[in-house]
């Protein structure tokens, strides 16, 4: 809606785009006699380019966060209607155990998850940029391909060999004539959903290091092997200080993802209702206080406090990797 | 040609702007305040004017009885929208009604979330319309569930007076020829099942809705709710009973964890590892053979604790007009359709009766089931809708509590915990949580 006000002087009867055809044209003809008038009329014609932008931007992004924040002020109840609290949900939200219980599992699943897989992901680039592979594509698809199974069906398949009564789990104890502990039990689901974040997105994360590495120019190479420099010489002091940055976002992204996580809990409690908590998750949380419990109001409390904490720790993340590049 | 490029580029932002803008205008006019009901009460006018009924779903047969009916009320066109389950439905329900716009005019309602719809006002009285009338038709208990705070809010659908489906090849496996009738008997059963084959289990530890129905089939009340006062005591003498026997089975480990209707559990009742199910009346026709050959299930009574019949409902619904309806004379017609004749009987073609008539109905009762081996199996769920103990009240926020059940029960049931000691802790959350909504539990 902003657009069409977005040209205070609009003629009244000119189609808009004829009007916008025509104030372009002026000003680049203004431009070329020097912008001498540039300061007397502010001349809004950059709006019509981004204008479009910013009314998706403002639409899809900023309208639903602000939406939230305006529901976390009030408490809406079954029986006593609507009321403005204040900051209420979010002084609830800070002493909820539960609230801190989900942080505190997404946390442990950051720092014990987010390293293998990026391991993983950093050494299958290595391995395929080493040029001593044969099949590299071959190899690369097959890395990638767990990606592009879609999350809710990667889940199932893996809930399906989790099983240890009918699925794979059942079949090697059965061959082996074991009892492995149930995947699904309490204490292993957080385990079990770390393995198939890893097995789903180690792909992924190994192609933005293997392009990062495309990158690096083969100069630097010859230099190194010029002064004597071995395979494992050159990784480190060639191939990962070159693509650090791609480490960074990677990194970004992982931490984004831990304290996201909510498909993969969320499909699994279905076949494992017992050992995942309707607050297993801060977004877990946030969706079963609001649909199960009508408490949308607190669900947008803790849906804003967690984002925060997200981007906290992103930053955090960043300057880290930021000072690092400066050393 | 750099004035061209940018005259077009111009040009091509200012019709994206305008489309941008005629995407506002446009979502603007479908915010507009939607037509209000009519306020008409007479059923039979408004069906003989042209009417287009959303009907919302989660059942498969629903598609065929809204074409059927289409049949005898020509001017009635339905918009039939299937949803995975009944939970998808509720929660869809309350997102439009919060919405304040969206809600269909028809809806199925599990007969355990109307007290939690009628407290939001998602659903209209149907006493207006006539439908009171119909009260001698229906079991005493379905009818007291559709009857919430003084309003008839939904017609009864289908019901579940609970029954025992039990495997018995699996139990005759283990030395127990005759189904156990008391809990006593069930006990000694689930041991010599699991002893017989250490895979195979009398029953999986259960859900929310099975454990409340339990906790009913075994004389517990622990649910009270008097208009904004709620009491809830999850250590009452029924709750205690059956928290006692379960807690002894969980503890000797004789009952299996796997989710019902999970596809672990499917294949645990199809290769014999899962003795029995304990569920409401219309698993009878639910697709038994799916999970067996021939003669493989068989029905039985609930076992009981003293020798006398006591029963539950589990599951079923009603059918509801929701309070946003722009039709709901037109929909209370269609109810009324539902109510009896041919209507009653398009219903009752998928799930167990809730209509006296029917329960009596000497050519339903003594039909014999093939998958039963010939059982007339319909005599057992007739017999245990006669016995379901009376006075039971589910909460009027029964979809959180079912919800939060997994965190403090269902954690007791996964890792072997004291159940009792978990019904209190659910309890707690479940007293917390009313207050705060509003509610005066336990004060």
Redesign the interface.
Known sequence: MTVAHVHPQQPAGVSTETYATVAVGRTASTGAAGGRRRRVRRDWSGWWFVGPFMLVFGLVFVAPLVYAMYLSFFRETLMGGNSFVGLENYAQALVDPKFWEAMGRVSIFLLVQVPIMLGLALFAALALDSARLRWVPFYRLSIFLPYAVPGVVAVMIWGYMYGSQFGLVADLNRFFGVELPSPLSENLILLSIGNIVTWEFVGYNMLIFFSALKAVPQELYEAAEIDGAGTFRTIFSIKLPSIRGALVIATIFSVIGSFQLFNEPSILQTIAPNSITTYFTPNLYAFNLSFAGSQFNYAAAIAIVSGVITMVVAYLVQLAGEKKEKA | ME?NT??R???L??????G??LV?VLAGCSGAAPGADSGSTDTDAALEEDVTLTWWTWSDATQDQADAISKVYPNVTFDVVKLENPDAVV?KL?NAI?AGKGAPDIVPVEYQTLPQLT??DALADLTPYGLGEYEEAFTASTWNSVNVQDQLVALPGDSGPMVMIYNKALYEKAGITEAPTTWDEFAVASAAIHAADP?AYIAN?G?AGFFTSMIWASGGQPFKTDG?NVTIDLQDEGTKKFADFWSERLDAGEL????TW???WT??LT?D?LGTLLMGSWMISGGMEDYGPVGRFKVAPMPTWDGEPASAENGGSGIAVTSQSENKAAAAGILKYLAEGEGRALLNANGFPSTVADLENPEWLDYEFPGYSNQPANQIGAASAESVIPGWQYL??Q??AN??F??SV??A???GGDLNEALLEWQDTLVQ?GN????SVNK
């Open positions: 004035r940018t005259r580029w111009a040009r932002g200012a019709a994206v702007g305008t941008a803008l506002g929660t309350q919060k407290l939001g895979e530890s859900d904004e299996s964890g796997l989710a999970s596809d672990e294949k645990a290769q590892k009027p926020y979809g959180y919800n939060v997994s965190d269902g954690k049931l996964g890792s949580f705060e909504q509003g509610f």
